[in-house]
């Protein structure tokens, strides 16, 4: 799921056969849902997953993060889902995450999300009973997209809004992103735009960094 799930930008399908996957990625900037979490610092994301051909699959992934300056930081989240059948082209998928941070459990949360997959779009809602533990449950709505380009090429897009459900203030936030990727062979090439909001409350100590490129490096094994 991130990202990284990788994370739940991906697309799952049903295949006959099991599989094992993984794949590691450089990225300029830790961007989560628009926000940084690496003060705008290159990171280095580690991940395994594996399809089940019953339609059940799950992984792991670890990445570094800094929440405060100077302060680094290992991210593991682990994730595990099942996906259906909902009409041509298209299918049901419903999911639970977890994250784990190595400098303590401050941040610790869980999400169960559902969505609607097809080939070239997905839809997601999120919840979780306490977001990175700020003592508030959260909700998390995306819309992700990609469109070939022409060979190798394609473009995609993504919108998400996450929202507080208890509590005083601003309660919305909503992040985009858009950009190109080019595939070879194992090797992918990402260039996106990613931008944020000013409403909505964060754990991380940048999300004044509201707007920024981010270039990604991945190898797919």
Partial sequence: MRVALAALGTLFAVSAFAQLSGGIAVESDQRFRGVSLSD??????????Y????????????????????SRQLELLVYAGHVWAAGVGAHWELG?????????TRYDYQEVFVGLLAERWSARVYYSPDYYSAGTPTAYAEL???VPVRTNLRAFGHVGALSRLRGSGQRTRV???????????????????????????????????????????????
Wanted: cysteine-free.
């Fill in 144 to 146: 992700n997209n990609a």
């Fill in 40 to 49: 705008g610092k290159p990171d280095l994301r580690l991940s395994l997953a």
């Fill in 51 to 70: 399809d089940a051909p019953n339609g059940w699959y799950g992984g792991a992934s670890a990445t570094g993060v800094e929440f405060e300056r100077e």
């Fill in 96 to 104: 639970i995450t977890a994250a784990h941070f190595t400098g303590g």
């Fill in 175 to 221: 992040d985009l992103r858009a950009g190109l990727a080019f595939a070879r062979d194992a090797w992918e090439l990402q260039l996106a735009w990613h931008g944020i909001g000013r409403d909505g409350s964060y754990p991380s100590a940048y999300e004044r960094q509201r707007t920024g490129w981010v270039l990604s490096a991945i190898y797919s094994f």
